[in-house]
């Protein structure tokens, strides 16, 4: 089982030792989206949301999230983040709206952190549901994915192709 890293001798789950890295500066960018009806986009927009700035608890909500992702993904190794944002993005979409939801986290170590921005990312977007599922519970939350990867001396940067479907 040697050939499979998560895995030790005896084919049970492990954490990967990283203690030989080197510390490099990584970052990582992810993006996930919710469509939302014309009415719930408004009332975000507006102010007008019974629970608040709906946009300002989920920012917030990512970045919690990234920083306890190791505590919900088994394997991950708990990570000093150096830095993490979140910004949005509206789209107008046949009578509704996509909220585009960009995380990006950057830090300085022995591992990567597109755990911690896919985190973030789908994080934002599930407190974007709970806080306007009293409007719509029929709201969409799309794909989430790696948008952007850079640092470390094992696997090389990755940068999301345009045409790449999502």
């Not at 920083?67 to 708990?78: G, L, R, V």
Request: proline share 2%; glycine share 6%; charged share 25%.
């Amino acid at each position: 089982m040697s050939e499979f890293t998560h895995f030790n001798e005896q084919g049970r789950a492990k954490m990967v030792d990283i203690a030989h890295k080197p510390e490099t500066t990584r970052t990582a960018i992810a993006e996930s989206s919710i469509l939302v009806k014309e009415e719930i986009y408004e009332k975000i927009t507006s102010g007008e949301m019974e629970k608040g700035d709906v946009l300002a608890v989920a920012q917030v909500a990512g970045i919690m999230a990234a920083k306890k992702t190791s505590d919900i993904i088994p394997m991950c190794h708990p990570i000093s983040l150096k830095g993490i944002d979140i910004h949005f993005f509206w789209e107008a979409e046949q009578e509704q709206r996509r909220l585009r939801i960009q995380a990006s986290v950057k830090t300085k170590g022995s591992t990567g952190v597109e755990m911690e921005a896919l985190t973030a990312a789908s994080v934002t977007a599930l407190t974007i549901y709970d806080m306007c599922k009293s409007i719509d519970k029929g709201m969409v939350i799309g794909e989430t994915y790696l948008v952007k990867k850079t640092g470390g001396v094992s696997s090389p940067d990755f940068q999301k192709q345009v045409n790449e479907n999502v």
